[in-house]
């Protein structure tokens, strides 16, 4: 599988990089020199208790936009370039609600995997939205970054189908052509768990495709050992904060003992 060939251990952790509010973001502090040093802290706290990978994502750019603001993307590119020379493990992006302008982040910075929802129609408070992957694919194409991984959201965080299919179904159309590099599973927002049964359906039908199922949200220190038996890998982010908190910062012993118990999952593979 190639999150084994990528990460070089089995069941990697993908720890997300929450990047503060960016200019023209309502959140904005003002200054790129303090996101960048939050972006440096946080990265060296999470690599330092060991993560197996990076996502960096404008987790903080709320409201959300259908269309990213091209200041975001660049001060995304920005920071992940001024971070090139201390990133050790794979790297990847995720411009959130934006899977062309992730993609394109990814062939300007060199990430490894993107991830977003590459695939599907839906419908929550941020209205409604439809993706088309197969210009995603084909945007990946014309860029001549075809090792580039493509991380498809299954059920988006807070937002739903606009028909409410069986997972395996959505599943199953997703691989159709076996453009998808990965299937992330997702709980009902940021931080949430998913429920371990639709995991399950999830990676019943990815594995004899040798797709690699993720946990994309809601994976903590109480659940891990349970979530792995289920997938293949895990992206996380708010479990890896002090205290557990969304908006906090990376806590490196949180981080460290995190990893821990998956180095214990691990050996009893």
């Known amino acids: 599988m190639w999150t084994q060939e990528m990460f070089g251990v089995e069941k990697p952790i993908i720890a997300l990089l929450h990047l503060d509010a960016l200019p023209g973001d309502p959140g904005y502090c003002g200054s790129m020199d303090t996101v960048l040093e939050h972006a440096r802290q946080d990265l060296v706290a999470l690599q330092n208790g060991g993560v197996d990978g990076i996502l960096f994502a404008n987790e903080f750019s709320l409201p959300y936009q259908p269309v990213a603001d091209v ?51 839906y419908m929550g408070e941020y209205g409604l939205y439809t993706s088309n992957s197969g210009e995603a694919v084909r945007h990946r194409k014309a860029l001549e970054i075809p090792d580039m991984k493509l991380l498809f959201k299954v059920n988006p965080e807070a937002d739903s189908y606009l028909v409410q299919r069986d997972i395996q179904v959505v599943a199953k159309s997703i691989m159709f052509g076996g453009f998808a590099d990965g299937l992330c599973v997702s709980g009902a927002s940021a931080g949430s768990e998913p429920d371990d049964s639709i995991l399950n359906k999830v990676y019943e039908v990815a594995k004899p495709r040798n797709v690699p199922v993720f946990c994309n949200t809601g994976c903590r220190h109480e659940n891990v050992r349970e979530k792995l038996k289920y997938c293949d890998a895990v992206c996380m982010g708010t479990a890896f904060k002090k205290d557990g908190v969304f908006n906090g910062r990376v806590d490196e012993e949180r981080v460290r003992s995190f990893m821990e118990i998956v180095y214990d999952i691990r050996a009893r593979l």
């Open 71 to 121: 200041a975001v993307i660049s001060a995304m590119a920005y920071i992940i370039g001024a971070l090139r020379p201390l990133i050790r493990v794979p790297y990847g992006v995720n411009v959130v609600k934006n899977p062309i302008a992730t993609i394109d982040l990814a062939a300007a910075t060199g990430a490894r995997f993107a991830r977003s929802c590459f695939s599907g129609a």
